[in-house]
């Protein structure tokens, strides 16, 4: 059966990642559309993020912005980081489940609908000093 459990529980708790993070889970947006928003924001900082992020014309960057919103305040609540400290580490977009329906057609046909869910994960994590 299981061996050495607290060693094992131990080695995860050690290896765990402690940057700040947040989920925006069953996005109803396609994932392809959220990837290219989340592509102009990868590696910027917390502030440069959301300005680029408020003032990009795409329905998929409201989601995005309280993703990243809701990373900082993890940030700042959680491990006592300043916003203005924090830049964009990781993110990105994966495809939840889909909603499928049909559309009806002619002769009594049908043609499928596939309405796309996303999950966004955003790390944040703080600037090294130069």
Known sequence: MA???RTKA???QENKDTRP???ARHIRISPYKVRRIID?????SYTD???????TPAGASDPVI????SAAANAEHNNNLAKKDLFVAEIFADQGPVLKRIQPRARGSA???????SHITV????REAK
């Open 10 to 12: 131990a080695n995860r």
């Open 3 to 5: 061996k050495r459990i």
């Open 123 to 126: 790390i944040l994590d703080v």
């Open 111 to 117: 043609d499928r609908i596939l309405k796309r869910t």
């Open 66 to 69: 309280r993703a990243i919103n």
């Open 21 to 23: 993070k947040a989920f």
């Open 40 to 44: 102009l924001v990868r590696g910027k």
């Open 49 to 55: 993020a959301v300005a680029i992020l408020k003032n």
